[in-house]
């Protein structure tokens, strides 16, 4: 059944919210997934605090253009979802290719394009993200050097302690 102009109007309002909310937005063509993998899809982006969004083409164009976003996501051929992420930037387009990455979806979900800090992204521009470590492996990346050199040169004291033991012993063995 068709949608009268003020659930088109509300539509419109709840996509707008959501792109301001998000702080990286994918848009990925979902033609061949089935009920259950986009169900298993949606939970997995629900986890990582990102939502999977349909609406029609026509008034997702409506509410990028209200925000300023040149994308015309009608360009895109099939059916389009839009999806959110609002605490890590990267989350959703991993997930997404991690599901991809069975060879049995790889066709089912493709990306189209995005937008991460107001900069519009290609298609090959968001799979490299998708590439990307997570926020928390970074965190982890960082730590682990920062660390790396405090444990070397704590190293380097126990070893010259522990030859000081053993030149010690060795003297002792003598006498």
Do not use: C, H, W
Not at 42 to 48: D, G, H, I, V
């Amino acid at each position: 059944m068709p949608k009268n102009k003020i659930q088109k109007g509300e539509i419109i309002r709840d996509f707008n919210e959501k792109v301001k909310k998000a702080k990286s937005l994918i848009f990925a063509g979902f033609n061949a997934l089935g009920v259950k993998d986009n169900e298993n899809l949606r939970a997995q982006l629900r986890q990582e605090n990102s939502e999977y969004y349909v609406a029609k083409k026509t008034l997702m164009n409506r509410a990028l253009q209200e925000n300023n976003l040149d994308i015309k996501v009608r360009d895109f051929a099939g059916q389009v979802a839009a999806i959110f992420s609002y605490e890590d930037e990267v989350a959703s387009a991993k997930i997404i290719g991690n599901f991809r990455k069975d060879k049995e979806k790889t066709e089912k979900i493709v990306f189209l394009g995005g937008v991460l800090e107001g900069k519009l992204l290609s298609k090959d521009e968001v799979e490299a993200l998708s590439k990307l470590p997570s926020k928390s492996e970074l965190y982890a990346q960082v730590v682990g050097s920062l660390n790396a050199p405090i444990s070397g040169f704590v190293n380097v004291l126990a070893g010259s302690l522990r030859q000081l033991v053993y030149v010690l012993k060795a003297i002792e063995a003598k006498k």
